[in-house]
């Protein structure tokens, strides 16, 4: 069965894993923390889930290949539960249902899922790390692609589309969720990253014994400080880089964390918008 770590891009997700990854995979007193990081949660969907099956993720038509990720969702995720042990995966992927030559496909369902953990971030944030992660030109690109609801993403070659939509879109679909769902928000990671960890822990223990020890707890801690994160990164520790696909430059993944704030970084004109469009989702989540 599946656990998804799910989130819509540069909220944390990557933070989570991590810990994550140290809670149940990873000794934290090891140098490398992001060790077999992707063995251990790997990303969904990529295109070793989707060999041998009735698809062709080679077309170079973008409409063909969302087609065929569509129609093979749930064959895949049945092939991954045939081991019959529980798995953790990351995804950006809204948790959406697609009509498609008279049929309905679910991006996932309770039979391959046991669980959610989801992890949101305030938009007015995520609006400059997805400008610089996505090599947007402007905060008006950016904030259109936060609002666009037909939003894919990863659909240049060698990547496996997915389903992004807008961002209140996104959090709300996850959070209907019918089965052990779990929410975290980035700043309270940031605020107070033991209560939150302790959570996780709590969440983990319906699935997995795991043994609460303090010490193991701190180090977690110091290790996913955000500057031990870049220093991992700029050591080769981390695979993850921005990639233009079609200029082929690249960007740091980690780019300024706490230092991300709207308050100080983005104009008003775009927080008015970011606030105004998102005001229902943001006041549900306790951003207004």
């Known amino acids: 069965m599946i656990i998804w770590l799910a989130s819509y891009p540069k909220s944390g997700n990557t933070w989570l894993r991590s810990i994550l990854n140290q809670i149940l995979f990873v000794d934290p007193t090891t140098e490398n923390i992001f060790s077999d990081l992707y063995k251990n949660i790997p990303g969904y969907p990529s295109l070793m889930h989707f060999m041998n099956l009735n698809s062709s993720l080679k077309s170079t038509d973008d409409i063909q290949k969302i087609s065929n990720i569509i129609k093979n969702w749930e064959e895949s995720q049945n092939k991954i539960n045939k081991e019959k042990r529980l798995k953790f995966f990351k995804t950006h992927n809204l948790l959406t249902s697609i009509n498609l030559d008279g ?129 991992l990164e700029s050591q080769g520790h981390f695979k993850e880089k921005a990639i233009n696909p079609y200029t082929k430059e690249t960007k740091e993944f980690f780019y300024l964390g706490p230092k991300n704030d709207y308050l100080k970084i983005l104009d008003d004109k775009t927080r008015y918008k970011i606030e105004k469009h998102f005001k229902v989702t943001m006041k549900k989540i306790g951003y207004l």
């Not at 944030?125 to 939003?151: C, Q, W």
């Not at 879109?169 to 309270?188: A, M, R, T, V």
């Open 103 to 231: 049929q309905t496909f679910h991006f996932t369902n309770i039979k391959n899922t046991l669980g959610v953990i989801y992890i949101v971030r305030d938009p007015r944030n995520i609006i400059t790390s997805l400008k610089n992660h996505f090599f947007l030109n402007s905060y008006d690109e950016a904030f259109n692609m936060m609002i666009d609801k037909k939003r894919w993403i990863g659909t240049t070659k060698d990547r496996v589309p997915q389903s992004l939509s807008s961002w209140d879109q996104h959090f709300n679909s996850w959070s209907f969720f019918p089965k052990n769902y779990i929410l975290f928000k980035y700043e309270d990671l940031l605020s107070d990253p033991k209560k939150q960890i302790l959570r996780l822990y709590e969440y983990l223990q319906k699935f997995i014994k795991t043994n609460f020890d303090q010490q193991k707890i701190d180090k977690i801690i110091l290790n996913s400080k955000f500057l031990n994160f870049k220093k």
